[in-house]
């Protein structure tokens, strides 16, 4: 069982370059989100998804867009690179509204220069 | 959501038994409290959830008072694998979990 699948594990963008960070999971889970993790912080909620196609934006969602075509893949997109994006970004899915459970991917380090 | 505040670090010895606390005096009626480990370069990995009093799964146990406005992560006999941060977490029991993680407390387990 692959569980949470993240794509690429490392990327360098110039700044003002547009990528997409690639989130599947094969565990049929409802929910799904992308985090970031700063060097000593911990992990900030960028985007969420409750289900297919419904979307909604978490704690620092600006420079970020994402959609829910399918259950299984949550793609997060960059629009414009910012070095303020260099971060790690984490996705994950749980099964349910009330599992306090998270499947966590083995992240995406990005670098913006 | 409720604020956590954690020890930034402890350092312990194989064999030990580790108590990690964390307080979160705003917690809600609705708020469970959650517990996750991360090791470098990995994502964040659940250990273990609890309402109330005590909670115990095959690696650690969970221990919250009657007040619930705080709780003790428990992890017995510490082996040097488990060197890694541990994140103390409360999310409401409605609607979609916006779980909140701190700087989580750093755990040193040395030979």
């Known amino acids: 069982n692959a569980g949470v699948t993240q794509t690429p594990k490392f990327q360098v963008l110039k700044t003002g370059q547009s990528m997409t960070l690639q989130c599947a999971q094969d565990m049929n889970h409802e929910y799904m989100s992308w985090y970031r993790q700063d060097p000593g912080m911990g992990l900030r909620l960028i985007h969420y998804s409750v289900g297919a196609g419904i979307t909604d934006q978490g704690e620092v969602p600006n420079g970020y867009n994402v959609s829910r075509s399918t259950t299984e893949d949550f793609p997060l997109r960059l629009l414009s690179a910012a070095p303020s994006q260099t971060s790690v970004y984490f996705c994950?899915?749980?099964?349910?509204?009330?599992?306090?459970?998270?499947?966590f991917g083995e992240g995406s380090r990005l670098t913006v220069l | 959501l409720a604020k956590t505040t954690q020890p930034i670090s402890m350092d312990s010895y194989e064999g030990q038994e580790v108590n990690i606390t964390c307080s979160h005096n705003n917690i809600a009626t609705n708020d469970y409290i959650t517990w996750y480990q991360q090791f470098p370069s990995q994502g964040p990995r659940f250990i273990i959830q609890?309402?109330?009093t005590k909670v115990t799964n095959e690696v650690a146990s969970l221990f919250i008072p009657a007040d619930r406005k705080s709780s003790t992560l428990s992890l017995p006999r510490v082996s040097l694998s488990d060197t890694a941060v541990y994140y103390c977490l409360v999310f409401m029991n409605t609607g979609f979990q916006k779980l909140v993680f701190g700087t989580g407390t750093r755990l040193l387990v040395s030979p």
């Open positions: 609890g309402y109330k």
């Open positions: 994950a899915s749980t099964r349910a509204r009330l599992d306090g459970e998270l499947f």
